[in-house]
């Protein structure tokens, strides 16, 4: 899920809120290129007082395309742009890399590369992908045995938990959640957006193609993308 700290509509603290409110246990909030929104997110957190886990993420746009950074804690002082050392940077600093969306091209994923890194997981479900580039995700994940998650892409507060993985941990912290899905105890559960959420995000597209025009923002980056798009 992305918040305002890159394109998403709404604050770490709305989306805080968001996940409570649908009983979500655990979010992991990955902005565009920046891990601020999901550090905003853990110290609010615990200065809310609530009974969420929160793992530090970030989305980064690699030479080959897209892929997730999950930390328990601090994400890595360095983020290189190419894939597999980002992959490397990320071990060492005890974080773990998933490719999203690998391969829908809309939404930059890393196609074919998939075979090639030390990932720890594959984005197997994108709430907002096509049904032929998830389903290839799967097989992917299936053919190198490694686990697949899912994830909701949420850019507005309503699509939040619209797909979302079961996860077997021993003790609910963010050490036990990165551990059960290095070693696979993650179930990912498929699900799309309600039609208000779709609104909502088609909404939001508009929004800030409209700011983008206006002048410089920290919408730019991602003109050459449609996350507003939806497609079954």
């Given at each position: 899920?992305?918040?305002?700290?890159?394109?998403?509509?709404?604050?770490?603290?709305?989306?805080?809120?968001?996940?409570?409110?649908?009983?979500?246990?655990?979010?992991?909030?990955?902005?565009?290129?920046?891990?601020?929104?999901?550090?905003?997110?853990?110290?609010?957190?615990?200065?809310?007082?609530?009974?969420?886990v929160?793992?530090?993420?970030?989305?980064?746009?690699?030479?080959?395309?897209?892929?997730?950074?999950?930390?328990?804690?601090?994400?890595?002082?360095?983020?290189?742009?190419?894939?597999?050392?980002?992959?490397?940077?990320?071990?060492?600093?005890?974080?773990?890399?998933?490719?999203?969306?690998?391969?829908?091209?809309?939404?930059?994923?890393?196609?074919?590369?998939?075979?090639?890194?030390?990932?720890?997981?594959?984005?197997?479900?994108?709430?907002y992908?096509?049904?032929?580039?998830?389903?290839?995700?799967?097989?992917?994940?299936?053919?190198?045995?490694?686990?697949?998650?899912?994830?909701?892409?949420?850019?507005?507060?309503?699509?939040?938990?619209?797909?979302?993985?079961?996860?077997?941990?021993?003790?609910?912290?963010?050490?036990?959640?990165?551990d059960?899905?290095?070693?696979?105890?993650?179930?990912?559960?498929?699900?799309?957006?309600?039609?208000?959420?779709?609104?909502?995000?088609?909404?939001?597209?508009?929004?800030?193609?409209?700011?983008?025009?206006?002048?410089?923002?920290?919408?730019?980056?991602?003109?050459?993308?449609?996350?507003?798009?939806?497609?079954?």
């Amino acid at each position: 899920m992305h918040s305002t700290f890159s394109d998403g509509r709404n604050s770490p603290e709305e989306i805080l809120l968001a996940a409570v409110e649908k009983d979500l246990d655990v979010i992991s909030i990955t902005d565009h290129d920046t891990f601020s929104g999901a550090l905003r997110a853990l110290k609010s957190a615990k200065s809310m007082q609530l009974d969420l886990v929160v793992i530090v993420g970030a989305e980064i746009r690699t030479t080959a395309g897209d892929i997730l950074v999950y930390c328990s804690d601090s994400p890595p002082d360095a983020v290189p742009r190419d894939p597999f050392e980002l992959a490397d940077a990320a071990h060492e600093h005890g974080c773990i890399v998933v490719p999203a969306h690998p391969f829908d091209a809309r939404r930059k994923g890393i196609g074919k590369l998939v075979y090639d890194g030390q990932w720890d997981a594959i984005e197997v479900y994108n709430a907002y992908s096509d049904p032929f580039s998830n389903h290839k995700a799967e097989q992917a994940a299936r053919e190198l045995g490694i686990p697949g998650i899912a994830n909701s892409d949420a850019h507005v507060a309503s699509a939040i938990g619209s797909a979302y993985n079961i996860i077997e941990v021993g003790d609910r912290n963010a050490d036990s959640v990165i551990d059960a899905i290095k070693t696979g105890r993650v179930r990912p559960v498929y699900g799309r957006p309600s039609f208000s959420a779709i609104a909502s995000t088609l909404a939001w597209s508009i929004e800030r193609r409209i700011k983008r025009r206006r002048g410089p923002s920290r919408l730019d980056y991602i003109d050459d993308e449609d996350y507003g798009a939806y497609t079954f």
